[in-house]
């Protein structure tokens, strides 16, 4: 099954865990803590899967362009005024 589809079968199964839910409550009713606590484990599950469907759709519009970057060494003029990192400017020792 492809990502879209398993994300359609949690959607599914999470619905029919509502449902079940909310019968539950009418038979229990809806004062207690154990029917509250799982009323609001359902709700981050809805939320969850939600925030998983946003991230897992694909992106929309184009890709940005890819930045080829050359194998050839730099030209060294770019460093002359730089300190090597860690070992300080190159005309002084270390303390």
Known sequence: MSLQDEL???QRCLDDLVRSVGRLEKQVGDDGLDIRRIR???DHLRESVALLRQTAAPPVGPRPD???I???PYDTSLWT???DEG???RDRRAP
């Open 8 to 10: 359609t079968a949690v």
């Open 40 to 42: 609001t484990d359902t």
């Open 66 to 68: 890819l930045v080829t």
């Open 70 to 72: 050359p194998d050839t």
């Open 81 to 83: 005024d730089s300190d």
């Open 87 to 89: 070992l300080g400017a």
